[in-house]
């Protein structure tokens, strides 16, 4: 329902307030009391975003319950106090003692007695100080896990602030300017709508504190409601660029695209409606924007606090310094201005949430064309004007179906056009467009249809839940919406009970089971597995789950990367270690021998009656995040010399051939390195989505027109029509069916080049620290190996019965650390005690004979 | 709505946003701005109109809901300006 104010509901305003100012009856308190503990079963039973917002969340509902009957001068002080409280709670005490330090000299330099340039020019250099801090460029004595908060709190909101400084000539009090910037739930979100301060002083019990407490609680279940529909998306909806290999992939690819959005929409609402519950009747924060019939329409309904900071800051100044070139000039110059100024902000927020500037091209031309749009749409609503009503429009069939047209038209624009900004590049983007030539099956009617039913249902303009309208027409109408809030509420529940969506089915069961954790989808997880976010320019990227994870990382993260442990070769493996490199991490020593491996120093010969072992994988097998001698391969080999299993040799050398960020294909370039080193055996460490991978790494290789030194994957290449120079992601869409015939040319090698030697050839299969679907393709993975005549030690559940964080380096980092590479070498010896034959060879015999 | 002053502000917002409506629904009131009748655009043309008949100069940060969210803030804001606008 829309919350716009109609002439009779302002005018029932007045009759509503009944009640002093800020006074709610007990009977009415109750009420919201109930409902905001279904809220509080919702967060709880949806584990909606983190552990630490459902923890404020706990804070403000408990903070409200005193807060409604604290005398009306002293609620603004507590709120404060309640937002003071929450930050050293969800930062810890030492960053949130920091945080508020650094606020409170923000706000105190606002207040300087000296003349407004003056202030601004202070203002302006303390914020130079903290962009060299954000950058590195200067030392911090904080954690850098204040950054994207104390951003959010201040990178926006200060410019509002002191805008109305100037201009509002009201004295702020000390609560006004804490509770505004600290406001509550801000310390665990990076994200938050632009409040306007002059809004939020005037918006504090400014109507009714009942019908303020219950537009709350609307929204706030409004918001939740978003962040499931957000979560179906970006589990089962989102595809990779790769994937989309038809239209009805084609037009899912670009709807999902644009309805992760709804994770911002969401989480608006949540804050904005836990802040209502403080008394601050806040405007909508975004507005079925949906069903935005044009693009000005469009701008107008889609982050309203935004469209009004930049109208308030940038547009309306601008105008009228230029309304001397006349009006329609004034306006497409300062909406121009208004876009450049959001290209270049959305750049300087990027900059406070991750430390380093975002210039991508899509984003600048994303910005431009939309621009465009609104200039071209404002000059037709000049002069054609556009339809305005001051009670319900009056709708004829003629009218709605022009309306459901320009919306559903609208709609698959802004669709297109947010792929093209969310895609990773230009070219990555113009790559999705061949899938149009591909078949017409009726799953392509899907999305327009669904598009086209819920635009028609929007715009008949069906009640929905949240908008708290004033019971103009008597009170059922009030009920009706609290009826709806609640049922909303109760039947999400209700659906949540694993006792309830068993007994639908299991289909349903498995869905819900998913719907209520909040996870990584698979496509982001597969990021996080290739460490690929590091690179990654989607613009949108702050507004996802997998950003929330990486903007935990300290930037100097292990350290080791940024110091060069590896060099470009510029072959086909394109990356080795630097021989001779040392560094310190806080895991310990990393130390590369003089040959390039991660180990102590061998010589080139093996020694006699010594059984050496290559172990050939990616950094699991090198040991990102385990100090030397802490790796899984060191581990195995200090514990066979000390407790032989096998009587066959006298000494066991195993040599770590593992390079972070190699795939299966490049595994093999260590094998030709190996094979110097007169090893009896190798050990292949495969490490999950191996044919997935191995795909990917020839597209890489394909897009980068490097050599291929192996000409049976050359031959697969050339098979699958990927050319040197290709786009990867179009190359990925010719190599991905020939995923499983890579995978088996790669370890066919390995087998042949072994079994000529006389060297054994094991498959080791290591898991991630986690469960997920990387696990999808192992048993095809296995069977590959096997087939092609390797040996398989399969440690899959090398890992089970421990806690995930247990065994991981961090939320951002699932490499195995040292608990996880002790489990994997404890779990190898005993396979080796078990059977020594499968690295010692037939003649190994039993332990200790 | 008796007021001369109030009554030519109307009229031109009746003119000119909303033709066809009825001009009784439009109150001393009534939200403009949160109720979706002023947009920039409109605002902008607002402001203009009232800048040359009353001769009056508008600050950008005066544009604001606070000031022209109905009639009567309207209007108050012009007797604050020129007095002697009618």
């Known amino acids: 329902m829309d919350s716009t104010l109609t002439a009779a509901q302002a005018a029932a305003r007045a009759t509503v307030a009944d009640e002093p100012r800020g006074r709610i009856r007990l009977r009415d308190f109750a009420a919201i009391a109930l409902q905001l503990g279904l809220v509080l079963l919702l967060l709880r039973q949806f584990q909606i975003e983190s552990p630490a917002f459902r923890l404020l969340a706990m804070l403000a509902f408990a903070g409200f319950a005193v807060h409604a009957f604290l005398p009306l001068p002293a609620r603004l002080p507590f709120f404060s106090a309640l ?9 810890g005490l030492v960053n949130g003692v920091w945080l508020i330090g650094i606020g409170l000299v923000l706000i105190a330099a606002c207040h300087l007695p000296y003349s407004f340039r003056v202030r601004g020019a202070i203002l302006l250099g303390l914020g130079a100080l903290l962009i060299g801090q ?20 201040f990178m926006f909101r200060l410019i509002a602030y002191f805008y109305d400084l100037r201009h509002d000539k009201a004295p702020v009090t000390l609560a006004q300017s804490t509770s505004y910037f600290f406001m509550l739930p801000n310390a665990c979100f990076p994200l938050l709508p632009v409040i306007d301060f002059k809004t939020y002083r005037r918006s ?20 939740i409601v978003h962040l499931l529909l957000y979560r179906y998306i970006y589990y089962y909806g989102t595809l990779a660029p790769s994937e989309v290999t038809g239209p009805a992939e084609f037009l899912q690819y670009v709807v999902s695209n644009f309805l992760l959005y709804l994770r911002v929409s969401g989480l608006f609402h949540l804050v904005v ?77 990027w900059f406070w949430l991750r430390g380093s500037w975002l210039l991508a091209w899509h984003d600048m031309l994303f910005w431009a064309v939309l621009g465009l749009l609104v200039v071209a749409n404002s000059l037709y609503e000049i002069k054609h004007g556009r339809n305005r009503s001051l009670g319900k429009a009056k709708k004829t069939w003629q009218s709605t179906a022009l309306t459901i047209a320009k919306t559903y038209a609208t709609f698959w624009f802004i669709c297109i056009l947010w792929s093209f900004w969310t895609s990773e590049s230009i070219t990555d983007w113009l790559a999705l467009w061949p899938a149009l030539k591909g078949p017409y099956t009726s799953e392509a009617l899907f999305f327009p249809l669904l598009s086209l039913l819920v635009i028609v249902l929007g715009t008949v303009d069906l009640p929905g839940i949240g908008a708290v309208t004033a019971p103009a027409n008597g009170l059922r109408p009030w009920l009706r919406d ?153 581990l ?66 394909v897009h980068k027109s490097l050599p291929i030194p192996y000409p049976e994957l050359a031959a697969i290449v050339k098979q699958s029509g990927a050319v040197a120079g290709m786009d990867e992601t179009e190359a990925l869409k010719l190599l991905l069916p020939y995923g499983p015939e890579i995978l088996r040319k790669v370890y066919g090698r390995v087998a042949n080049t072994s079994a000529q030697r006389g060297i054994r050839a094991i498959l080791l299969f290591l898991p991630q620290v986690r469960e997920g679907s990387w696990q999808e393709e192992t048993p095809e993975t296995l069977r590959i190996a096997s087939e092609v005549g390797l040996e398989v030690i399969n440690l899959a559940d090398v890992y089970a019965g421990h806690d995930v964080d247990t065994l991981r380096l961090a939320e951002w980092d699932d490499h195995p650390n040292e608990l996880g590479h002790r489990l994997v070498a404890d779990a190898l010896y005993r396979r080796l005690q078990a059977d020594p034959a499968i690295l010692f060879g037939r003649a190994a015999g039993g332990a200790g004979n | 709505m008796s007021d001369e ?51 009056v100069s508008f600050e950008p940060h005066e544009v604001d809901k606070e000031n022209l969210d109905d009639l009567a803030s309207i209007v108050r804001l012009l007797r604050a300006k020129n007095p002697s606008a009618a």
């Open chain 1, 83 to 91: 937002s003071l409280i929450s930050i050293p709670l969800t930062l």
């Open chain 1, 482 to 634: 609290r009826a709806i809030t609640v049922a909303w509420a109760l039947g999400l529940v209700l659906i949540s009970i694993e006792g309830v969506h068993t007994s639908v089915s299991a289909e349903f069961a498995t869905l819900m089971h998913s719907m209520r954790s909040a996870h990584l989808s698979r496509l982001d997880n597969a990021k996080l597995e290739r460490g690929y976010y590091e690179g990654l320019l989607s613009v949108d990227r702050f507004n996802s789950q997998l950003w929330e994870v990486y903007s935990k990382k300290p930037a100097n993260w292990l350290d080791v990367e940024n110091a060069g442990i590896r060099r470009f070769t510029g072959g086909f493996g394109q990356t080795d270690l630097i021989p001779s490199f040392v560094s310190t991490t806080k895991y310990g020593t990393v130390t590369i021998n003089r040959w390039g491996m991660r180990d102590q120093d061998y010589p080139q010969e093996r020694p006699a009656e010594t059984l050496r072992a290559a172990v050939l994988g990616p950094s699991t097998v090198m040991g990102w995040g385990v100090g030397d001698g802490m790796t899984f391969e060191a």
């Open chain 1, 273 to 349: 409606g836990m802040v209502h519950l403080f008394g601050f009747d806040l405007p909508e924060t975004h507005k079925r924007y949906l069903l935005a019939a044009s693009f000005t329409d469009f701008w107008r309904r889609i982050n309203i606090y935004w469209k009004d900071f930049m109208q308030k800051i940038f547009y309306f100044p601008a105008v009228f310094a230029l309304k001397r070139l006349g009006t329609n000039k004034a306006i497409i110059i300062a909406t121009l201005y208004v876009f450049l100024l959001t290209w270049l902000l959305h750049s300087y927020q």
């Open chain 2, 5 to 55: 002053l109030m009554q030519k502000i109307k009229n031109f917002i009746m003119e000119e946003f909303l033709p066809g409506e009825d001009p009784d629904e439009l109150t001393a009131t009534t939200p403009l701005i949160s109720g979706g009748i002023l947009d920039s655009i409109a605002t902008l043309k607002l402001v203009m109109f009232m800048e040359e008949q009353y001769g």
């Open chain 1, 204 to 223: 504090h019990y400014s109507t009714d504190a009942h019908r303020t407490y219950q537009k709350g609680v609307d929204w706030i279940v409004r918001g």
């Open chain 1, 636 to 701: 195995l080999e200090e514990r066979l010399n000390r407790e032989p299993v096998s009587k066959a040799f006298k000494h066991v050398e195993l040599l770590n051939f593992g390079v972070p960020g190699y795939q299966p294909p490049t595994q093999l370039v260590s094998l030709d390195k190996a094979l110097d080193f007169q090893p009896n055996a190798i050990i292949f460490v495969a490490t999950g989505r191996e044919i997935r991978r191995s795909a990917s790494y020839l597209a890489e290789v």
């Open chain 1, 134 to 153: 954000r950058a590195s460029l200067l030392p911090t004595p904080w954690s850098e896990a204040i950054w994207p908060i104390l951003g959010a709190m």
